[in-house]
């Protein structure tokens, strides 16, 4: 099973074409399972926006997009707020993320 960690993950910068549209600030998972829901992107304009977890391409620098329009406008992001649960709040210490969105805590080499 691959996957990166999540801490990783929210220092790439989300790109369109090359194109910088912003930065991952937050993960927001499901509310009831440890799945990841998508990102909250901080973007060039200021403004906050939803990311599904279902559209982004990780790449090795950079999460990667089709459209800008997957990215979901900040009138419509509270919606993901009162219906997730924020990674941080998920009581991880070293979380990863495999391909489909799954949470896991990072395995000692031990």
């Known amino acids: 099973m691959r996957g990166r960690a999540a801490s990783e993950l929210l220092s790439l910068p989300v790109r369109m074409h090359g194109i910088q549209l912003g930065t991952p600030v937050d993960a927001l998972l499901d509310a009831n399972v ?23 391409r990780f790449q090795a620098n950079e999460i990667a997009i089709e459209s800008a329009l997957t990215l979901i406008d900040e009138r419509d992001i509270g919606y993901y707020r009162r219906n997730s649960r924020r990674l941080a709040e998920a ?4 979380p990863w993320i495999d391909e489909f969105g799954g949470i896991h805590e990072t395995l000692s080499a031990a």
């Open 91 to 94: 009581g991880y210490d070293d």
């Open 34 to 56: 440890d799945r990841l829901l998508g990102f909250e992107v901080l973007c060039g304009d200021g403004a906050r926006r939803f990311m599904p977890f279902s559209v982004a």
